[in-house]
């Protein structure tokens, strides 16, 4: 009886010109062609983003965004099944797992001095359609400017669409009895912001701000700017490439003083691909945030799953029923 | 980073290999397409053919789309995902995805291409909403599915997960389905279901012994058929990828409905024992086979050996 293994090595043995063939035929398209019609998780911006001297909706933005999606394996294409299909932005959920050390304004702070650091364990669930992410920290205190000698402070940090709240375990207040959801509504803002300043977050609401994205020129490096939208329309983000047309620096700013909390600046490195299963996507190893000047974030990214993992971010009724808008 | 996969290359050549009888039976006889440049959903041509007592007929080889030909199922099209030439549809939220055109796409070798098409597979986001105490468990399936999936090792994909049958024959009082098995891509074994439209009841659960496909029972709302399943084991998983588990307490509810040429199947899943709420698939439009002489061909034998070979958790 000839198995499935055995036909294939039957197969490879004596069908490899065909397969060949069969191979070359996904490879027969050509052409230069850079336009392309997209967009997002991120809908229609209004902010102005770029300087003037920038190009506008040219083929040099399609190019470079094509490029950097390329660069951490965002665009991607499958011809499994004899399909030959185009390339398209595969990314929705991810989960990252990190080390490091995160600030906070502490009791005493004050203008003009660091804030207080803690030793953090870091693990965010994200995903962008719908946009959400869960951020679970454990933090210790450390360094100079801690008092020492306090409990670590667990907290899960979760945003979805224009809900905000805060778990005391995951998944907490979609079972009665099942641990609290705390609505957070202040908080949409800038924890969505950090959905949309990761790399994958920054092509995609850069393709979805269409021919308000601009592509530009600093010091030799290829900038990519565009407003982001929604929640977020006030804010205006600039996106640095490095040699490898991966997105080595992001720069938000807003007008809008009552806002400082979303004026970062966040520096991404190591590029690699740090899954256990194998996915060609890269993500930054090294993450370096600031946050209206201050650093809030130094993490060293462990491990991270691209593979679109099973991510769901359930609003639990509470906190639709405390959430006016 | 280095990664063997030994029987990811093989099992790739192979199912290439397997395309190229349907790619020359779709050329020579005007049957199932299997260079797809698009997704999207076959527009319905035709009328409806009615049967004796009045109902839309369902009877047709439904591989249209080459679905389950030769045992090698487009997953493309049923995960929710609407790619057109130049532009990208989740068709559960509504969102565009960005999208590049095909003439300009970067090359891919086949480990690459795999990885993307894992990706692909499961970047919808019609996802079922697990109780939070099973989130984790449904991540570390998936994660392993490897050596997780129920369906591997010749194993029946079961109950919605075979999703829509390859073959039905419709009589007044039956409904006969048939899953060739897919022996060529992904070791599941052959299956069919005779499914009863007379009006009868269902056995009391508690006297049913779980299995895969459960007890089926169906009857007309319209002009469309559904289906109402219970009686399940609890080691099937109920859709095509994701560690999607469920309890012997399942209840599916197939609707399968005609438009010419086309036949659109959705399940629903009900589970409280596991989920927070329903699930709905995403719904699934297969194309009627043209070929009016078009026959199932034999299924290949069913007899898992790659699994001992397979050195990482990538998927295939």
């Not at chain 1, 797992?97 to 203008?111: E, I, L, R």
């Not at chain 2, 997960?161 to 024959?169: D, K, N």
């Not at chain 2, 169906?218 to 109402?228: A, P, Q, R």
Request: glycine letters at 8%.
């Amino acid at each position: 009886m000839l198995t499935r293994t055995g036909l294939t090595r039957l197969l490879v043995k004596s069908g490899l010109i065909i397969a060949a063939l069969v191979g070359l035929s996904f490879l027969a398209a050509g052409g230069q062609s850079n336009n392309f019609k997209s967009s997002a998780g991120a809908k229609t911006a209004s902010a102005e983003a770029a300087d003037d001297t920038a190009k506008s909706n040219s083929p040099e933005v399609s190019k470079t965004l094509k490029t950097a999606a390329e660069a951490v394996g965002l665009a991607r294409w499958s011809g499994v099944g004899g399909q030959r299909l185009p390339e398209v932005d595969v990314i929705n959920t991810m989960e990252i797992w990190g080390a490091g050390t995160t600030y906070s304004p502490g009791p005493s702070s004050k203008p003009g001095e660091p804030w207080q650091a803690f030793k953090t364990e870091y693990h965010a669930a994200l995903g962008y359609n719908p946009p959400a992410m869960r951020v679970e920290m454990t933090r210790t205190t450390s360094g100079a400017s801690a008092p020492g000698g306090a409990a670590p402070q667990h907290t899960i940090e979760t945003v979805r669409d224009t809900y905000a709240w805060d778990e005391s375990e995951i998944g907490a207040g979609l079972i009665p009895g099942k641990g609290t959801a705390t609505p957070a509504p202040a908080a949409v803002s800038n924890r969505l912001l950090q959905l949309w300043i990761l790399p994958y977050g920054v092509i995609k609401a850069a393709v979805a701000a269409g021919d308000k994205t601009r592509i530009s020129t600093e010091n030799g490096a290829t900038v990519i700017s565009f407003p982001l939208s929604g929640l977020l329309a006030e804010v205006a983000v600039k996106a640095t490439l490095d040699a490898q047309n991966e997105i080595a620096k992001v720069e938000t700013r807003t007008d809008n003083p009552a806002h400082a909390d979303l004026m970062t600046e966040t520096e991404y490195s190591d590029y690699a691909d740090h899954g256990e299963i194998a996915t060609d996507v890269k993500s930054p190893g090294h993450i370096v945030r600031k946050q209206n000047g201050h650093p809030v974030l130094d993490l060293r990214v462990k491990m991270l799953d691209a593979n679109n993992p099973y991510l769901v971010f359930p609003v639990p009724e509470n906190v639709k029923k405390a959430t006016t808008r | 980073m280095t990664r063997l996969f030994l029987a990811g290359r093989s099992i790739v050549t192979a199912a290439l290999l397997c395309l190229l009888p349907a790619v020359i039976f779709a050329q020579n006889n005007g049957g199932p397409r299997m260079d797809h440049e698009n997704t999207l959903p076959p527009t319905p041509v035709g009328a409806t053919p009615i049967a004796p007592d009045g109902h839309p007929d369902l009877t047709g080889l439904w591989n249209g789309l080459a679905d389950n030909l030769l045992g090698v199922p487009n997953q493309m099209h049923n995960v929710g995902i609407e790619v057109g030439k130049d532009t990208t549809r989740d068709i559960h939220s509504g969102v565009q995805i960005a999208t590049w055109p095909l003439q300009n796409r970067q090359r891919q070798n086949n480990e690459q291409n795999e990885r993307a098409a894992t990706l692909l597979r499961r970047m919808g986001s019609n996802r079922p909403i697990y109780k939070p105490q099973y989130w984790q468990r449904v991540k570390d399936f998936d994660a392993n599915s490897n050596e997780e999936d129920p369906s591997n090792n010749c194993m029946p994909a079961g109950v919605p997960r075979m999703g829509v049958p390859s073959y039905i024959a419709q009589t007044p009082t039956y409904l006969i389905f048939i899953y060739p098995g897919q022996g060529g891509l992904i070791a599941t074994a052959t299956s069919y279901r005779m499914i009863p439209t007379d009006g009868r009841k269902h056995t009391d659960l508690e006297e049913l012994d779980g299995t895969w496909n459960g007890e089926s029972i169906g009857h007309w709302e319209g002009d469309t058929m559904v289906i109402d399943s219970i009686g399940f084991n609890s080691t099937s998983w109920f859709d095509q990828l994701g560690g999607y588990f469920h309890s012997e307490n399942m209840h599916v509810i197939e609707r399968l409905r005609r438009d010419g040429n086309t036949l659109t199947w959705t399940a629903t899943v009900e589970d409280p024992d596991v989920l927070l709420e329903p699930w709905t698939t995403t719904p699934r439009v297969a194309l009627l086979n043209p070929d009016p002489k078009a026959i199932l061909p034999e299924a290949l034998p069913c007899s898992e050996r790659d699994f001992a070979h397979v050195v990482t958790k990538e998927h295939h």
